[in-house]
């Protein structure tokens, strides 16, 4: 009974920040379109002072194609990397990814004036999770990055997949795409040095 109750216990403590992020986009798209516009990135509303658009932007979607499209993705990211993307490691990677990627295109492409959607951050926890599960599952986590980088690679020399587009309603913004992905390498950059640190100290 005590072995259940701990498997139970793992379990459900895993699946606390999947469970809690698609939460919070399920509500936003319930609170409706003037919610939305309240949180998007927008930025105009950012430099006039209203700094939470720089997260919230996350998780205001298009439409409910492009909600179910990233809930998808986010659940996949779980079930192949919640041994390494769990606890106070998976918060920071997520607050990490969900900062940088929209600081990046504020400062680097005034020409972007919005952005919504969890695929910049669910491409951060990718990269990062595939990084930290290296040693454990070396031909996941090979199999992971290099079809993360394919996928970049082929999004910037070819545009947004036009299908998807007309499926979620809107523009794929690949310089989202490509920022989480490096926020998410430094984040997973930053434990590997930690670890390797901690571990020359014993």
Same mark, same amino acid.
């Given at each position: 009974?005590? !072995?259940?109750? $701990?498997? %139970?216990?793992?379990?459900?403590?895993?699946?606390?920040?999947?469970? @809690?992020?698609?939460?919070? &986009? +399920?509500?936003?798209?319930?609170?409706?379109?003037? @919610?939305?516009?309240? +949180?998007?990135?927008?930025?105009?509303?950012?430099?006039?002072?209203?700094?939470?658009?720089?997260?919230?932007?996350?998780?205001?979607?298009?439409?409910?194609?492009?909600?179910?499209?990233? $809930?998808?993705?986010?659940?996949?990211?779980?079930?192949?990397?919640? !041994? =390494?993307?769990?606890? $106070?490691?998976?918060?920071?990677?997520?607050? /990490?990814? #969900?900062?940088?990627?929209?600081?990046?295109?504020?400062?680097?492409?005034?020409?972007? !004036?919005?952005?919504?959607? +969890?695929? /910049?951050?669910?491409?951060?926890? %990718? &990269?990062?999770?595939?990084?930290?599960?290296?040693?454990?599952?070396?031909?996941?986590?090979?199999?992971?990055?290099?079809?993360?980088?394919?996928? %970049? *690679? =082929?999004?910037?020399?070819?545009? *947004?997949?036009?299908?998807?587009?007309?499926?979620?309603?809107?523009?794929?913004?690949?310089? *989202?795409? %490509?920022? /989480?992905?490096?926020?998410? *390498?430094?984040? #997973?950059?930053?434990?590997?040095?930690?670890?390797?640190?901690?571990?020359?100290?014993?």
């Amino acid at each position: 009974m005590n !072995e259940l109750t $701990l498997k %139970l216990s793992a379990g459900i403590a895993k699946s606390v920040q999947p469970v @809690t992020l698609g939460a919070i &986009a +399920l509500l936003v798209w319930v609170l409706g379109p003037d @919610t939305a516009d309240q +949180l998007r990135y927008q930025r105009d509303a950012v430099l006039d002072g209203q700094y939470w658009r720089l997260i919230t932007g996350h998780w205001v979607h298009l439409g409910w194609q492009h909600l179910a499209m990233n $809930l998808g993705g986010l659940a996949i990211i779980w079930l192949l990397f919640d !041994e =390494v993307l769990s606890g $106070l490691k998976a918060w920071v990677v997520t607050g /990490g990814v #969900a900062l940088f990627t929209p600081l990046c295109l504020l400062l680097f492409h005034p020409q972007i !004036e919005w952005y919504v959607g +969890l695929s /910049g951050l669910l491409h951060g926890l %990718l &990269a990062a999770g595939a990084l930290l599960s290296l040693r454990r599952n070396q031909v996941t986590s090979w199999f992971v990055l290099l079809v993360l980088v394919g996928k %970049l *690679g =082929v999004e910037f020399l070819n545009g *947004g997949s036009s299908q998807v587009e007309a499926m979620i309603g809107g523009p794929i913004l690949v310089q *989202g795409h %490509l920022y /989480g992905t490096l926020g998410g *390498g430094l984040c #997973a950059t930053v434990f590997a040095l930690k670890a390797h640190l901690l571990s020359r100290k014993e």
